[in-house]
Every structure is written in C-alpha cells, then in structure tokens.
C-alpha cells in the first residue's frame, strides 16, 4: 500500500508523519509518474486555489481528477475538502476543483486566520475519546447529496450544525486538520476502512 501526499503546497510532511505511523508507505508526491503509481492519496491543507493553479501548472490537474474519477481513494483535510468539491460557495473567479464528493462546500466558514479554533469532535466510525479538530481558515459544508456519508458536525455562532467531515465511496474529506495533533485515528480511518478495502481500483 503506497499512499502518496501531494506536495504542491501545505503541510505535506505531517500527512506523512500520520500515514507512516499506520504502517503504510507514504511519499511526496508531485510529478505524473509518482501520482500514477500510487494506491491512494492525500490532498492536504493549504490554499485550495493555489493548489489547483500548481496542478494546472505541472499538467497534473486532469491526471488527478482522472484517478479519483476513476475511484482512487482520496482524502482532502482543509483545502483539500474544497479541492474535493463538486461545488464551491464563496470561489474566486475561475477556481477550480478536482471534484468527486456531491457536495457544496463554503471557503472560509468559519472566519479568518484570526478566527482559528480548536473542539473536540465525534466522528462516525472512530471510538472514544472524541476526536481533537482543528480548524484554520476552515470550510464547512452547506449540502450533501444522497450518497454522501457525514462523519462529524460541528455548529456555528448562531447554533447551526454543518458537517466538517465527509464520505462518499472512496473519498474522504475533513474541514479540520488531523496530522496537526498528533493523533493519527483520521488517517487510520482512511487506511483501514477505505484504502485496504479496494483490492483494485
């Protein structure tokens, strides 16, 4: 099982930490050759269209979307959340996903970089104790389609909730960032119960 993190942009190193701790192979990865050979990958934090304009940038865009098209399993934390996105509220003119989860998600939800918080979240799937969130800079999501699976839901200001973690088939996606606290039950959940499952893809 060779799972790679894209490393365009964002905190790539962790995601590694987190992989490997869950007695996997995990590399950086960010030419076509290394994206084509591996098992599963991950999309980490950092800015959702500074990633998707380096993509264009070293014609790895389409070779991404194509093989989670194509049912690779993927995992988005943050930005890679909105990067996973069939649609996105609050976009730049011209942004860009990789798409794959019938969601829409909303680009700085939660605030700004000064609006940063941390919580202790239940996620579907994973035992006690609660999982430790956080979130910088975060998206939330604001709908999901009927296949989609939401994991963790956190409310806002005025006591709404919205999901902060998702699951449609092979794809998994967090507003929050997991390789952030030491504690690898996120990537775990990702290895175990969606990339160890899928002999082929």
Known sequence: MKIGVLALQGDVREHIQSLSDCGVEALAVKTKSEIQSIDGLVIPGGESTTIAKLARSFNLFDLISDRIKSGMPTY?????????????????????????????????????????????????????????????????????????????????????????????GNLLATSFHPELTGDNRVHKYFVENICQQLATF
């Open 76 to 168: 988005g934390s943050c930005a890679g959340m909105i990067l996973l996105a069939n649609s996105i509220k609050d976009a730049i003119e011209g942004q860009e996903s990789f798409g794959g989860i019938d969601m829409v998600v909303r680009r700085n939800a939660f605030g700004r970089q000064v609006d940063s918080f941390e919580t202790d979240l239940k996620f579907k799937g994973i035992t006690e104790p609660k999982i430790r969130a956080v979130f910088i800079r975060a998206p939330w999501v604001e709908s999901v389609g009927a296949d989609v699976e939401v994991l963790a839901e956190v409310a806002d200001p005025a006591g709404v909730n919205h999901p902060v973690a998702v699951r449609q």
